[in-house]
């Protein structure tokens, strides 16, 4: 197959080896070390563009994107982010002080999650923090009370669920009546926390949020969920004399992660969406709401890719080939949490015939530690060859886990043919570090 097909940067060089934004991957294990992690970093500026343009030309002038950076947050990161004038998600006091560290705007942030603790409310007032995205109404009551000891007035998004299925993994859909986050429309459980926000002394309701899911590549899902949300800015106005001024309606554009994925035009999809809400606002008698957009995936996952050495080959005649690798689910846990799908390649022998069919495992105790089943790979692939695992930029090194004690990889960047380390690998030492004893 032909790499570039998954993304623009990922090529073959004359050596047979996979190189990706533009540098020889091979030469990158080597010098750095593996399990590696490598970002290219004008494709996380590039995909901050796409989305920045877009939205700026068809929702208009106030209109933001914010990067929700729970698909992969480190400092350098936000530094990336906040240069590319992108606000951030962020959904907890970890997330929020690395930003911080760097600089990040705090009026630019939104302080997401189902369940923030009182000592993370605390601490993203005493930050600063521009707007909270509030689940609840216990949460909305423990804002109130908490700004309140402070002297100020929270600016405030209401986090709803729209009711519906965007047809995408169980495990990513987010904006159904029954999910875990939100107060549902359907059950009027909405306007009762609208009408709640609007009357409580140390909040002021800035409009609303919505987050349909994850992976989607049909602006249709777009459609329908800002079509409720809209309809229920103007119920709100009617009942309860309260108009929304920002609509925030979430991330969730796919990516490539195999050839058979759909390509996706983001600039379109935004503008089909933006063409719908102001048809819909202008039937409606309301004013436009301010639109934000929060993609993380879309942003970072085809700006990454994991590299991995081969350890052992492992064939059991008339059943199946295993390849161990030197990392695993410590590092990609997400063909283990929902049997995700990735592009593999053997690095040092790119276009070679790829006629061994194997699983591809890690080196964790779980017979679950899988990173790709029915893998094709080049007959005779042996120790000490380097494996390339594609579109790992989101939901990766922010889900990885010390599991086994196992270390996790470096971060580094590669940017105009130069590379750097943005996390440095962590060390035997690091891992006891916070052990007593
Ligand atoms: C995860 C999440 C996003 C980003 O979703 P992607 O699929 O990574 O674009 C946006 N908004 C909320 C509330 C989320 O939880």
Redesign the pocket.
């Known amino acids: 197959m032909d790499l570039s097909n998954i993304c623009e940067n990922i090529s073959v060089n004359s050596k047979n080896h996979v190189c990706f934004a533009g540098q020889d991957v091979c030469d990158l294990a080597r010098d750095y070390g593996t399990p590696l992690y490598l970002m290219d970093e004008e494709r996380i500026r590039r995909n901050c563009k796409v989305y920045a343009e877009a939205v700026r030309e068809f929702f208009g002038e106030g209109s933001m994107v914010l990067y ?1 950076s ?2 992969c947050s480190f400092a350098r990161m936000y530094s990336i982010i906040n240069d590319e004038g992108l606000g951030t ?1 962020v959904v907890s006091s970890g997330e929020l002080f690395t930003a911080l560290r760097v600089g990040f705007s705090a009026e630019n942030m939104f302080f ?1 999650s189902n369940n923030k603790t009182d000592d993370d409310i605390y601490y993203a007032i005493d930050n600063g923090v521009g707007h909270f ?1 509030v689940d609840n109404a216990e949460e909305l009551e423990a804002i109130n009370r908490i700004a309140g000891e402070k002297g100020i007035k929270q600016g405030v998004l209401l ?1 709803l669920t729209p009711g519906i299925d965007p047809h995408t993994y169980a495990a ?1 859909a ?1 904006g159904k009546v029954d999910s875990k ?1 939100g107060s549902a429309i359907e059950t009027g459980q909405a306007e009762e926390i609208t009408a709640l926000a609007v009357g409580l002394e140390n909040i002021d309701l800035e409009g609303f ?1 919505c ?1 349909v899911g ?2 989607v590549f049909d602006a249709e899902v777009y459609i329908r969920s800002t079509d409720i949300m809209l309809t229920f800015i103007k119920e709100m106005q009617d009942k309860l004399g309260y108009t929304a001024r920002l609509l925030d309606i ?4 796919g990516v490539r992660y195999v050839e058979d994925d759909p390509y996706i035009d983001i600039r379109e999809g935004i503008r089909q969406t933006a063409e719908s809400m102001h048809k819909k606002a202008e039937e409606l008698g309301i004013k436009m709401p301010v639109v934000f957009m ?5 942003i970072v996952a085809d700006a990454g890719m994991t590299v991995y050495t081969v350890g052992t080959v492992k064939r059991i005649p008339r059943y199946k080939n295993y390849v161990s690798i030197d990392g695993g689910m410590a590092d990609n846990p997400r063909f283990a949490l929902y049997g995700s799908k990735y592009t593999l390649a053997l690095a040092n022998r790119a276009n070679d015939e790829a006629t061994f069919e194997c699983s591809v495992v890690g080196r964790c105790c779980e017979s679950g530690d899988i990173i790709q089943e029915k893998v094709m790979l080049p007959d005779g692939i042996k120790r000490n060859d380097i494996i390339a695992v594609m579109t790992t930029g ?1 939901y990766n090194y922010s889900m990885s886990s010390n599991y086994n004690r196992l270390g996790k990889p470096p971060i580094v960047m590669l940017n105009k043919g130069e590379s750097y380390v943005a996390v440095r690998r962590q060390t035997l030492e690091d891992i006891m570090s916070n052990d007593v004893y």
Do not use: I, L, Y
């Not at 979430?250 to 554009?253: A, H, K, S, V, Y």
């Not at 929060?294 to 879309?298: A, I, K, L, Q, T």
């Open positions: 929700a729970k698909a998600d997401h995205v986090r990513v987010t986050f949020h987050h994850s992976q979430g991330g969730g554009f929060e993609p993380g995936r879309s989101a």
